[in-house]
């Protein structure tokens, strides 16, 4: 079977399928948007298990994977700046850096001939709590996940169910930038040593 048809991959087009989704309706169907945005990163769960569970783990999945998170983040970041023009800058910011920061963390990761950057030992501590004790990683995503779809869906609902998750989960999705801007320093700072080492 080709790799183009490995079910984790298939899992992954259909994610980019419902982010397309919620660029499209974004602007006047909040619920299928949110709906939409929420199926395209609950699918970030099952692709890496598909992957385990079927023996179908792949570099071009791997990839996907990554591009898939960043792709469909963007989008949802992009919609936000629209809809808060006077914090929209924040959004686009955290668009950057979280572009950055992630293709920083491949790059270093390969430069560096390690086997993942997750497993990979970093000086700094806040990384080594995120990537490695159990369940960190998962809860910060979701977190995370909430505060970007509840900010949308508080434009257009005024739920008190929205409200309350919104404020309890944005100092997450702030802490989550803040662990991309530690990670975009950790992984120059390793591409930099590489370098250093080789003169």
């Not at 960043?70 to 006077?86: D, E, G, M, Q, W």
């Not at 990979?120 to 995370?144: C, G, N, Q």
């Amino acid at each position: 079977m080709s790799v183009y048809f490995y079910i984790p991959n298939l899992i992954g087009y259909a994610r980019v399928v419902c982010a397309l989704v919620f660029c499209y309706t974004g602007s006047f169907d909040p619920l299928i948007s949110a709906i939409a945005y929420s199926v395209s990163q609950l699918g970030d769960l099952f692709d890496g298990m598909a992957a385990r569970r079927f023996k179908q783990c792949s570099v071009f999945g791997s990839v996907l994977d990554m591009v898939t998170d960043r792709f469909s983040n963007a989008c949802i970041l992009a919609v936000l700046y629209k809809l808060y023009p006077t914090i929209g800058f924040l959004f686009l910011w955290a668009l950057a850096l979280d572009l950055c920061s992630h293709w920083y963390q491949m790059y270093s990761t390969l430069y560096c001939n390690e086997k993942h950057h997750k497993t990979a030992v970093s000086k700094y501590k806040i990384l080594e709590i995120y990537y490695k004790v159990p369940y960190m990683l998962f809860v910060m995503v979701l977190l995370s996940e909430t505060a970007m779809v509840t900010l949308y869906l508080n434009v257009f609902y005024d739920w008190i169910v929205i409200q309350l998750l919104m404020y309890v989960s944005v100092p997450f999705l702030c802490l989550k930038h803040y662990i991309n801007f530690i990670q975009l320093m950790s992984a120059s700072d390793k591409i930099i040593e590489k370098e250093s080492n080789k003169i």
